[in-house]
């Protein structure tokens, strides 16, 4: 398997014409930084892109993507009446990565730079110039609603976190607004349904114009009532559409950190929320490693993918609804890879009641040694996965 062969050569014969030509630096290189004093321009088809006061890196250059103006996208209205269907043929409809970095860190809220950074708009191009398009972004609730789970929005928080959101929507992709949390505020479950109304209401005020949006009402709930998960779902659901927002998707998640292999065993009363435009989606993750936590980089065995999500496939079926898989990842090593393929073929041949996947995860600050990381260029997923999974985008 040799990853990314097209950049490969690219970059690499970039590197031979740099050896005669030192005014401009190559593809992934270095351009501007501290203390820097190599080339700042890049070889054609590259561009030198302000990564950090340290670092700015020639990135490719896209002809087709526009910068974020930090503007909502007005949508016409539609109302849907049926259960969401995929339009899109023999593929998923989505196909993406999570953008991690703005959830970072234990202190809330934290410091930016220190605890936390917002996604990268220019990997995230990347993604999109080659046929990415939904990208999930994890914030903190406890960043965005300061204080406690009903405040009002901070606003310099929002407007940081928006330009990767107005950046990615404004390039016709999907961005989904993904209250990292587990259920819980400063580490303790919510119980305050109506709070986390007020909480939705608020963020779905400040993106209903954005039919490219995508609400995610809390990430991994677990070891909680299962009737508590209904409800707070539920209360998400009523507050974005009571604040008008009627076109955008939300994705649901479950108990038991949204296990698809744990979907039909837990999480059944689900089936019952209820969203009045019908655009609601149910969001699992699944990861392959022996206790499903995505934490080791060695996959159970080559067919563990399919075999932990075929019976989330049965009960979507059986029950009418759409499922999104919003986190999974793999070991770059060919079990894991037999898997991952194997698991997004049986998506792909169910897409009927499967949308999208998501892979876990890029972000600015994950060390390119992280198994999973697949941030551009280095992290290690990317290298070994990025050409793998540009197959499967729609
Ligand atoms: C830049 O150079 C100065 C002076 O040599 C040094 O003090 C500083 O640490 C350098 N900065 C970086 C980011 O390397
Ligand atoms: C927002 O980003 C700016 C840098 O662009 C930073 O100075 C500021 O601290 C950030 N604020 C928050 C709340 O993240
Ligand atoms: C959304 O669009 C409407 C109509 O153009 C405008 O009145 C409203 O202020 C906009 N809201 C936001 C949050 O941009
Ligand atoms: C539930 O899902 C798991 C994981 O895919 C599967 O192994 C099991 O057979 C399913 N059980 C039922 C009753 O459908
Ligand atoms: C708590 C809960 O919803 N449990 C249900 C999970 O799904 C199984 C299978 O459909 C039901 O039997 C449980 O009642």
Known sequence: MTPRPTIVAIASFAVLAVTFVQAQQSGYGQCGGANWTGATSCVSGWTCTF????YSQCLPSSTTLTTSSHSTTSTTSSTATSTPTNTNGGKLKWFGVDESCAEFGTAMPGTWGVDYTFANTATIGEFINQGFNIFRIPFAMERMARGSVG???DNAYLTN???????????????????????RYNGNIITDTSAFKTFWSNMATAFKNNSKVIFDTNNEYHDMDESLVFDLNQAAIDGIRGSGATTQYIFAEGNSWTGAWTWNTTNDSLKNLKDPENLLIYEMHQY??????GTSATCVSSTIGVE???GATAWLKA????GVLGEYAGGPNSVCQEAVTGMLDHLTANNDVWFGAVWWAAGPWWPSSTWSSIEPPSGQAYVYYDNILQAYTP
């Open 308 to 310: 932990r999500i075929e």
């Open 161 to 183: 976190y928006s330009v990767a959101v107005d950046y990615i929507t404004s390039n016709g992709a999907y961005a989904v607004l993904d209250a990292h949390n587990y259920g």
């Open 151 to 153: 405040a009002t929005l």
């Open 319 to 322: 029950n009418g609804k759409i």
């Open 51 to 54: 990564l950090n006061d340290y």
């Open 288 to 293: 392959l490693d022996s206790d499903g936590s």
